[in-house]
């Protein structure tokens, strides 16, 4: 799909919101009672699926709902979709722990997981909630802003550089500065699983793979 400049619009009002939805997640959780003490875990899970709806109506106001299927095209197989989408989860996972470790011995790393930094806030139906929203939410939306409508509408001014520009904004995202190189790591990485398969499905299953089992190692006992 060609991500051109008058929608770039569209592209800007989307990422605008998207500095709000931390906010917007918090106020969720307060205005239904939840306990202030856990307002991040609380945002943590409402982020994911705020983001997403909010690049889902962007798309329908404007009228480019339509252009959407266009990213999920071609569909692969199931053989497919498992070697490039677990193979790029597993090329996440050493790209960016192994970079993450090599940074740890400088500096030592913002944890971003809040069942390691605030475990006291997950409830079982929280935590099956978070793995909906983190595990599964998250990549969906995530993949669907940096490696499709960011991706694209900088593709005019060379692939790869399109390539890397959406994997800084990706890094920068996440406001965890310690780890922006492990998180641009992670982002090349699913941005070449984009532009080599030309669809978002492998990326979106390797981000959810890494995502869940990030999430799944959380809750191990240690």
């Given at each position: 799909?060609?991500w051109n400049a008058a929608r770039g619009y569209d592209l800007l009002l989307i990422l605008a919101l998207q500095?709000?939805?931390?906010?917007?997640?918090?106020?969720?959780?307060?205005?239904?009672?939840?306990?202030?003490?856990?307002?991040?875990?609380?945002?943590?899970?409402?982020?994911?699926?705020?983001?997403?709806?909010?690049?889902?109506?962007?798309?329908?106001?404007?009228?480019?709902?339509?252009?959407?299927?266009?990213?999920?095209?071609?569909?692969?197989?199931?053989?497919?979709?498992?070697?490039?989408?677990?193979?790029?989860?597993f090329l996440v996972l050493v790209a960016g722990e192994g970079t993450a470790y090599a940074l740890s011995r400088?500096?030592?790393?913002?944890?971003?997981?809040?069942?390691?930094?605030?475990?006291?806030?997950?409830?079982?139906?929280?935590?099956?909630?978070?793995?909906?929203?983190?595990?599964?939410?998250?990549?969906?939306?995530?993949?669907?802003?940096?490696?499709?409508?960011?991706?694209?509408?900088?593709?005019?001014?060379?692939?790869?550089?399109?390539?890397?520009?959406?994997?800084?904004?990706?890094?920068?995202?996440?406001?965890?500065?310690?780890?922006?190189?492990?998180?641009?790591?992670?982002?090349?990485?699913?941005?070449?699983?984009?532009?080599?398969?030309?669809?978002?499905?492998?990326?979106?299953?390797?981000?959810?793979?890494?995502?869940?089992?990030?999430?799944?190692?959380?809750?191990?006992?240690?």
């Amino acid at each position: 799909m060609k991500w051109n400049a008058a929608r770039g619009y569209d592209l800007l009002l989307i990422l605008a919101l998207q500095l709000v939805i931390p906010s917007v997640g918090v106020g969720f959780w307060i205005m239904m009672g939840g306990n202030e003490a856990h307002l991040e875990a609380y945002a943590y899970i409402l982020s994911p699926p705020l983001s997403l709806l909010i690049i889902l109506l962007v798309l329908a106001l404007r009228g480019h709902m339509g252009d959407l299927a266009d990213f999920f095209r071609p569909l692969p197989s199931f053989k497919k979709l498992l070697l490039w989408g677990g193979g790029g989860a597993f090329l996440v996972l050493v790209a960016g722990e192994g970079t993450a470790y090599a940074l740890s011995r400088w500096i030592p790393l913002q944890e971003n997981n809040p069942l390691v930094t605030d475990p006291g806030a997950f409830t079982q139906p929280m935590i099956v909630a978070l793995f909906l929203s983190a595990g599964l939410m998250a990549p969906l939306g995530e993949e669907l802003l940096y490696r499709g409508l960011l991706l694209d509408f900088l593709r005019p001014w060379g692939t790869w550089g399109a390539a890397f520009l959406s994997s800084v904004a990706f890094a920068f995202a996440h406001g965890l500065w310690t780890l922006f190189l492990p998180l641009l790591a992670i982002g090349l990485i699913l941005a070449f699983l984009r532009l080599r398969g030309g669809t978002l499905w492998f990326s979106i299953t390797a981000h959810a793979l890494f995502n869940l089992a990030s999430l799944s190692l959380a809750l191990m006992p240690s």
